[in-house]
T-cell receptor
């Protein structure tokens, strides 16, 4: 089955700095890569996603890059703000047994932005 | 629009008791997922349904766990009997097929379960 590795597990930055979270996946059939943000006491919420037919996608201060050959994808947050502090999860999704598209999640990165 | 609704938000009970967690998915979504989140194991997929039918329950830890989806707007996850090691946050999520393309999962805010 699919295996997703996520690094680092904890990331501490100063407000205004950039933050980068990296993930690798194992199943070359995976073709959809969402990123989720989980705030304290809440469920994970989608913040950005990328499909395998593109290499990069941006949405204001966040961007994702995908290298299908190397099976790497990354989340980039620029000009970090204290409200960016949360746990971030990457996921890789592709056709699984039975034909369903089920994501496999990384272990999460706890991002702390210091004012 | 209403998101995924889970109840209760918090549950504290003694070991051996039956626990029932409830979920209302987003209207129109045909997939429903139950996850368990712990510090040690992260986010674990327990079971998922497609069109109310259980597709894969290989993540259900033991026979003490069961899940049902009697209709498109309601699902339950039951633990009987409960044990302290079942303490975790349980999430329900739903998604739609969306023209054969991947669609993101929408998560509820979870049920924090504590078994004493």
């Amino acid at each position: 089955g699919e295996n997703v590795e996520q690094h680092p597990s904890t990331l501490s930055v100063q407000e205004g700095d950039s933050a980068v979270i990296k993930c690798t996946y194992s199943d070359s059939a995976s073709n959809y890569f969402p990123w989720y943000k989980q705030e304290l006491g809440k469920g994970p919420q989608l913040i950005i996603d990328i499909r395998s037919n593109v290499g990069e996608k941006k949405d204001q201060r966040i961007a994702v890059t995908l290298n299908k050959t190397a099976k790497h994808f990354s989340l980039h947050i620029t000009e970090t703000q204290p409200e960016d502090s949360a746990v971030y999860f990457c996921a890789a999704s592709g056709p699984r047994s039975g034909g369903s598209y089920i994501p496999t999640f990384g272990r999460g990165t706890s991002l702390i932005v210091h004012p | 629009d209403a998101g995924v609704i889970q109840s209760p938000r918090h549950e504290v009970t003694e070991m051996g008791q039956e626990v029932t967690l409830r979920c209302k998915p987003i209207s129109g979504h045909d997939y429903l997922f139950w996850y368990r989140q712990t510090m040690m194991r992260g986010l674990e997929l327990l079971i998922y349904f497609n069109n109310n039918v259980p597709i894969d329950d290989s993540g259900m830890p033991e026979d003490r766990f069961s899940a049902k989806m009697p209709n498109a707007s309601f699902s339950t996850l039951k633990i009987q009997p409960s044990e302290p090691r079942d303490s975790a946050v349980y999430f329900c999520a739903s998604s739609s097929t969306g023209s054969g393309r991947h669609q993101p999962q929408h998560f509820g805010d979870g049920t924090r379960l504590s078994i004493l």
